[in-house]
């Protein structure tokens, strides 16, 4: 079995936007600059967004990360948005999910502009993938594509079935696998015979944020399975994939944790180059 380094994967492809940001300053004098937008204090968000902004530093972007307290009112975070979407040197903008109930997720998304939407999730980039058209790729989904690509690079008429159809995940997956020519199945809560679907798959991706849902005996011999789920255990961090059951199967596997969340973060900083690159154009 192959298990799939997304720790290392993540490492090369940094090592690559950090060359490829060495060589934007010298053609434009200027580096693509991320800035990420905190509220609130909740613990898993305030470390993802640490992360972010080492990384970031790492490769030579420009980051900031603007903080606000649970409080703040939604007008105020909308005005910052849209004065950041006004910011020649802001060449994406992230705002961290979740955010607290009284701020509407929707309006906030819709703020950004949608060529600084480093997360993908603006409508007009998720209509931009699902018609093949240029835009940001969500993250997380795009890192998953690359480590499925390592592992097999023409994936023509593959089977593959999504677990989860959240616009964040499943859904975004599901274009670029059937950008690939795989035939792809999306299935969700109210799936019937998830077992039965998930045994005809070559490529499986599960993201449902259900500790070991994906068992052993639903996967075919040879399948590529790629596990997005983080959830929190007694035991530490675990994903949405029996690992022990489903590493004796499959062709490859990723870890929890160490295989799509480095990739995640590596693809935030790959999204804001790309940001920059259009908006040179
Ligand atoms: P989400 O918005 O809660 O979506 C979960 C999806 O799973 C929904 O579509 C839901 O179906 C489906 N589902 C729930 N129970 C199911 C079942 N028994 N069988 C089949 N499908 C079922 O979650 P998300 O934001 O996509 O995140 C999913 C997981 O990935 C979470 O553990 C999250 O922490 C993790 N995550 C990891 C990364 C990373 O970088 N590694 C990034 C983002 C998220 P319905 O639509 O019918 O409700």
Known sequence: MILIDGKKAASELREKLKQEVVELKSKYNKVPGLTVILIGDMTPSQIYVRNKEKSANEVGLKSEVIKYPDSIDEKTVLNKISELNNDETVSGILVQLPLPKHIDKQKIIETIDPSKDVDGLHPMNVGNLSSGYQGSIPCTPLGCYLLIKKIESNLVGKKAVMIGRSNLNGKAMAQLLLQEDCTVTITHSKTKNLREECLQADVI????????????????????????????????????????EVSKVARALTPVPGGVGPMTIACLLKNTIECFKRSQL
């Not at 599960?206 to 040879?222: C, F, N, Q, Y």
């Not at 035991?235 to 022990?244: S, Y």
Request: aromatic letters at 4%.
């Open 205 to 244: 991706v599960a993201a449902v944020g259900i500790k070991e849902l994906v068992k052993g005996d639903w996967i075919k011999k040879d399948a590529i399975v790629i596990d997005v789920g983080i959830n929190k255990t007694d035991k530490g961090i675990v994903g949405d994939v029996d690992f022990d």
